[in-house]
């Protein structure tokens, strides 16, 4: 019989920071104790000392890490990713895909549901796939590669939608051609659906929400706002995927806060005008996370696009524009509660208990709370990982 795991130190509750001990019996936070409490006996005792204990990071969108990226298709390339970010503290995660042909996604796919299943024991667990492409405006593609991206026809979608419980969410540009059936779709299947690699109007995006749409990915990022549509239609003024985002109430969304994609401005009006419970911290991080700088692909081998790592930042090839990230959900905590002087204690919350909720999982991951899961990290006193449980055993994601 497994013994009890007992933590004490400086707890990070989704609405403070308190001093105390959690109680860990068979995968699950059975106790939350004051400070002082006894062990029970015969339980393993882990104090932070200084540092802090933390509920485990989720991360709702993430392409790989480590030299693996997900949509690599092989088992190599998931290990290489869910131990490179579970050393970041995400305990979960969902498998981001890109924009590809049909195959790769579907061996995608159906690695995201072996994975789901039978967990690598040393790495971040996959709560499921974030189908992610190739269902954008081709415009508005970024840094993905061009060719695959395609409007959604029946014929193909239920083949994903196949998979429908191996996946978190799905990703959708409204305006495109066949994207209400592809949404609705998606209801009747139990996925939620998402907003990005959008030029979509306010109009089209009142039209999503009403598909059932409630998420929109990267804001800022790859969508259309009211400078944009202005370029096709001078007057009256349209407002796009970024105005409609931050006024209903009903989408939630996301930012990459690596430094290098939002400034603290940015950062600041997207957590005034959505608030902590519905903007979640994301990496978009690329295989190039815990690589040296240097040319990588985001998306598959065979017809990825070119990634250049420089400086902490991941860049199209010419250095000119921003590619995803190459940084850990850790990084992301740090630089946003550092940017926005936002205190700890929400800052984490934004990349777990938020994450969580959007996932629809809160009620049993993202917070330190009796009856959830233990998925705990142990940080220092400058936010670094020390030691990472996921259902309250230690993994070792550097082996």
């Not at 295989?287 to 040296?292: K, S, V």
Request: overall charge negative.
């Amino acid at each position: 019989m497994t013994p009890d795991l007992f933590l004490r130190g400086r707890i990070v509750f989704p609405d403070r920071i308190e001093r105390g001990a959690l109680v860990v019996r068979d995968g699950w936070i059975v106790d939350v104790r004051e400070e002082g409490a006894t062990a029970p006996a015969g339980a393993v005792v882990v104090d932070a000392g200084d540092g802090l204990i933390a509920p485990g990071f989720i991360d709702l969108h993430v392409h790989g890490g480590a030299g693996g990226d997900f949509m690599d298709g092989t088992v190599d390339a998931f290990q290489k990713a869910l131990r490179c970010h579970a050393r970041h503290g995400t305990t979960r995660l969902a498998a981001t895909t890109t924009v590809a042909r049909h195959e790769p996604i579907i061996e995608t796919l159906k690695l995201t549901r072996r994975f789901r299943l039978s967990p690598e024991p040393n790495g971040s667990r996959v709560l499921g796939a974030h189908f992610y492409g190739p269902y954008f405006r081709y415009e508005a593609r970024g840094a993905h590669p061009g060719g695959p991206v395609r409007p959604p026809v029946e014929a193909e979608f239920a083949q994903y939608l196949d998979f429908a419980d191996d996946l978190v969410t799905a990703t959708i540009a409204p305006e495109i051609e066949g994207a209400k059936e592809f949404a609705l779709a998606c209801r009747a299947k139990g996925v939620r659906t998402n907003v990005g690699h959008s030029w979509a109007t306010f109009d089209q995006m009142t039209e999503a929400v009403e598909w059932g749409v409630r998420h929109v990915d990267h804001l800022f990022c790859a969508m259309s706002d009211k400078a944009r549509l202005r370029q096709s239609q001078s007057y009256p003024m349209r407002g796009g995927v970024l105005e409609a985002t931050l006024y209903y109430d009903e989408l939630t969304t996301e930012v990459i806060a690596d430094g290098m994609h939002l400034d603290a401005g940015l950062l600041l009006l997207a957590w005034k005008l959505k608030g902590p419970d519905r903007l979640a911290l994301v990496t978009d991080s690329s295989r190039a996370l815990d690589m040296p700088d240097g040319v990588y692909l985001i998306g598959p081998l065979d017809g990825g696009e070119p990634l250049l790592k420089r400086g902490g930042a991941g860049l199209t090839p010419d250095g000119a524009g921003l590619a995803s990230s190459v940084m850990g959900m850790d990084h992301m905590v740090r630089t946003f509660a550092n940017l926005t002087g936002r205190p700890l204690w929400e800052t984490i919350r934004m990349a777990s208990l938020t994450p969580a909720r959007i996932a629809g999982r809160d009620h049993d991951l993202g917070s330190l709370e009796q009856g959830k899961r233990a998925d705990v990290l142990v940080l220092n006193r400058d936010l670094a990982v020390q030691r990472v449980f996921i259902d309250g055993i230690e993994i070792q994601p550097s082996e």
